[in-house]
């Protein structure tokens, strides 16, 4: 059976309600899940049945009625991340209700209970027992039970006790596990959950490590999987839209013989990786997702800053990585690495004897993964560095061939590292500034000996006497929500000395147009944006993954396209 879609509903009002269950409806859900917590008061005490529900029983009744999808009513107790702390009575009064076919002509598909309250009411535990047992004696009442656990915390230490008590219970039709997802490693725990239990199981992650769970659904089998109508009404952390989820991971084309690609990273949220990847693998019809991979790290690990020794972002990217390749059913084919694991990869792949490209070992960082799976162990995982080629190729499509071209590079990080090493290669001359001189000093003595150019380090007061014929801000300034994010890289209005048809390259890509390219279009020099060089890197990624072509100049009007419409 095919996992379904089911869109959340928080009630607040029974006419919106009902018209974001038709858009759920024509948006390709399945479901809908009434989420009646806060229109489910509790004010009254009494359970002597139908006559005794107040005025929100009536418009309980009445969305299930009107509702053009098969619905889930769940009334969420507070104590498992929901809104009702009302009487309990009252709330599984109204169960017993809906599970008798009290008041409703079209019952509810499904409701939600949680374990824990299911076990403490031996009236629901008979009545529903009935209605599986004995539909015939309730007027062919069709309601079933999703028997639920949650924590909104983290991984309960009794989880595997309880979910086996869950699954005992002969009434109950779907299990649901939801906790906080600590890691990827918990999605992948929740992902085997429903071939483990061999019943229809619902088994999601919470919060950003839990969206693997989310997406992956249906190739490992999941009942169904919850997306959002709209970012603003999510009903837990790390819950997609329908919108992302149909559009953006293709939900529906995945099956368990889909290979998984990712983004690896901290944070990955708002990577724009998965929109034009996956739009890529629909382009060429390939049997493929691409989904955001989360691994965290420490905080100087983040700033790029501090050494790897004992570093415990390592050891999580490395434990974290090898639980993922080796994980037989996920079929993890390759990822994208983006910071602050660049470095990581590198050191992680020298560890295990991976193979490394020229680029990836004279920069010390690889931003790809790719992983053969029909090829020896020995020789199944490489890692590649397309961010190097790819800056080169955008500069030499305007600059034209390096050789004595003289081009200064702003920073001294990873990125600056990939530039000097790809540009120093092609026969061009360096000139690395950085606030700090002797991180730049660094840089050009570990790159001195892989290169045919020349690379020196500068300060950075000597910036504005500059003569270079190519200026590259490989630092974050000017990069939306950074610190820096108003911030021009460099004192253009002052660097005299430089040519009038100086190139300015901005590797930052999100704004397209940074203060610093602003700043050289008003002074009459050409750009280059940060797109091309992100586009250009993904389409390599894409070929050593597939032995296919990128659509050509898809993922670059994606980016475009994404960013215009913002």
């Given at each position: 059976m095919p996992t379904?879609?089911?869109?959340?509903?928080?009630?607040?009002?029974?006419?919106?309600?009902?018209?974001?269950?038709?858009?759920?409806?024509?948006?390709?859900?399945?479901?809908?899940?009434?989420?009646?917590?806060?229109?489910?008061?509790?004010?009254?005490?009494?359970?002597?049945?139908?006559?005794?529900?107040?005025?929100?029983?009536?418009?309980?009744?009445?969305?299930?009625?009107?509702?053009?999808?098969?619905?889930?009513?769940?009334?969420?107790?507070?104590?498992?991340?929901?809104?009702?702390?009302?009487?309990?009575?009252?709330?599984?009064?109204?169960?017993?209700?809906?599970?008798?076919?009290?008041?409703?002509?079209?019952?509810?598909?499904?409701?939600?209970?949680?374990?824990?309250?299911?076990?403490?009411?031996?009236?629901?535990?008979?009545?529903?027992?009935?209605?599986?047992?004995?539909?015939?004696?309730?007027?062919?009442?069709?309601?079933?039970?999703?028997?639920?656990?949650?924590?909104?915390?983290?991984?309960?230490?009794?989880?595997?006790?309880?979910?086996?008590?869950?699954?005992?219970?002969?009434?109950?039709?779907?299990?649901?596990?939801?906790?906080?997802?600590?890691?990827?490693?918990?999605?992948?725990?929740?992902?085997?959950?429903?071939?483990?239990?061999?019943?229809?199981?619902?088994?999601?992650?919470?919060?950003?490590?839990?969206?693997?769970?989310?997406?992956?659904?249906?190739?490992?089998?999941?009942?169904?999987?919850?997306?959002?109508?709209?970012?603003?009404?999510?009903?837990?952390?790390?819950?997609?839209?329908?919108?992302d989820l149909l559009n953006i991971y293709r939900f529906r084309s995945i099956k368990p013989t889909t290979r998984i690609y990712g983004i690896v990273g901290w944070p990955v949220t708002h990577s724009l990786s998965p929109l034009v990847h996956n739009a890529g693998f629909e382009a060429i019809g390939w049997n493929g997702v691409y989904v955001p991979l989360p691994i965290a790290a420490n905080e100087n690990a983040a700033a790029g800053v501090g050494g790897d020794e004992g570093d415990t972002s390592y050891i999580s990217f490395k434990a974290t990585m090898l639980e993922l390749i080796e994980h037989?059913?996920?079929?993890?084919?390759?990822?994208?690495?983006?910071?602050?694991?660049?470095?990581?990869?590198?050191?992680?792949?020298?560890?295990?004897?991976?193979?490394?490209?020229?680029?990836?070992?004279?920069?010390?960082?690889?931003?790809?993964?790719?992983?053969?799976?029909?090829?020896?162990?020995?020789?199944?995982?490489?890692?590649?560095?397309?961010?190097?080629?790819?800056?080169?190729?955008?500069?030499?499509?305007?600059?034209g061939p390096l050789e004595a071209k003289r081009i200064a590079i702003l920073g001294a990080g990873g990125v600056a590292r990939a530039a000097a090493y790809a540009l120093a290669s092609r026969g061009g001359t360096i000139i690395i500034y950085n606030r700090t001189l002797d991180r730049a000093q660094r840089l050009a003595a570990d790159l001195a000996d892989k290169v045919s150019g020349k690379i020196v380090a500068a300060t950075w007061d000597l910036l504005s006497k500059s003569c270079c014929d190519i200026l590259i801000n490989c630092s974050p300034r000017g990069m939306k929500n950074s610190p820096d994010e108003s911030a021009i890289a460099a004192p253009l209005a002052d660097m005299t000395a430089c040519p009038r048809d100086m190139i300015v390259m901005d590797t930052v890509y999100n704004p397209i147009q940074t203060p610093l390219l602003q700043e050289a279009t008003r002074l009459g020099f050409r750009t280059i944006d940060g797109v091309g060089m992100f586009a250009r890197q993904a389409e390599m990624q894409f070929e050593a993954w597939t032995s296919l072509p990128a659509p050509p100049g898809l993922f670059e009007k994606l980016v475009r396209e994404k960013f215009a419409a913002e």
């Open positions: 379904l879609i089911c869109v959340p509903i928080l009630i607040h009002d029974p006419e919106a309600a009902l018209a974001d269950a038709t858009a759920a409806r024509n948006a390709g859900a399945d479901a809908v899940e009434l989420r009646i917590d806060e229109l489910f008061t509790g004010t009254s005490t009494s359970n002597n049945g139908p006559d005794s529900f107040s005025l929100e029983s009536a418009l309980i009744h009445r969305l299930i009625e009107e509702c053009p999808l098969p619905c889930i009513v769940t009334c969420r107790s507070a104590a498992e991340g929901g809104h009702y702390d009302g009487d309990e009575m009252h709330r599984i009064s109204m169960y017993e209700g809906l599970v008798m076919g009290q008041g409703v002509t079209h019952p509810p598909r499904y409701i939600d209970l949680e374990y824990a309250a299911y076990t403490a009411s031996a009236n629901i535990k008979q009545k529903i027992n009935l209605a599986v047992n004995h539909p015939e004696q309730l007027r062919d009442v069709r309601t079933s039970l999703i028997l639920s656990l949650h924590d909104f915390t983290g991984r309960p230490q009794d989880l595997m006790r309880r979910i086996l008590a869950m699954k005992s219970e002969p009434a109950a039709a779907v299990l649901k596990i939801a906790y906080r997802a600590r890691s990827l490693r918990d999605s992948l725990e929740l992902l085997d959950l429903p071939a483990a239990l061999e019943k229809p199981t619902i088994a999601l992650g919470i919060g950003e490590f839990g969206l693997l769970s989310r997406i992956l659904a249906p190739k490992f089998g999941g009942f169904l999987t919850f997306a959002a109508l709209r970012p603003t009404t999510t009903t837990a952390p790390g819950q997609p839209t329908l919108r037989e059913r996920l079929d993890l084919c390759g990822c994208s690495i983006t910071l602050p694991h660049k470095e990581h990869a590198a050191r992680c792949a020298i560890e295990h004897g991976w193979e490394l490209d020229a680029a990836a070992t004279a920069i010390g960082a690889a931003n790809t993964l790719i992983i053969d799976r029909d090829a020896s162990p020995a020789k199944r995982i490489r890692l590649i560095n397309t961010d190097a080629p790819a800056l080169a190729a955008c500069i030499e499509a305007q600059a």
